[in-house]
């Protein structure tokens, strides 16, 4: 089972907000080169993932792996926490 799940990818990023129930919003950071000047450029990218255990918070490191459609808009899932936030970040809810 999982020789078939290999080809997946995995990505770490830190949860950015809990979007509803089973739900976060996580931020993966990459850099690229800008094509004329050469600099390093920082970009992020936002992408949806399902908790299935609730256990994420606000700042937390965590691993997601691609999956098949499970909303509208989750395409991935949480894997496990790879680091836990050190202060609780408050939201506006």
Not at 19 to 37: A, E, I, M, R, W
Not at 79 to 88: D, F
Request: charged share 35%.
């Amino acid at each position: 089972m999982s020789e078939s799940r290999s080809n997946r990818k995995n990505l770490i990023g830190f949860v950015a907000t809990r979007s509803g129930d089973k739900s976060v919003k996580v931020n993966c950071q990459f850099t690229v080169l800008h094509p004329v000047y050469g600099k390093e450029v920082k970009r992020r990218t936002v992408l949806h993932a399902h908790d299935e255990k609730n256990e994420c918070k606000v700042g937390d490191k965590v691993e997601i792996m691609e999956t098949r459609p499970l909303s509208k808009l989750k395409r991935w899932r949480i894997v496990r926490i790879v680091e836990a936030a050190k202060v609780a970040i408050q939201t506006a809810e």
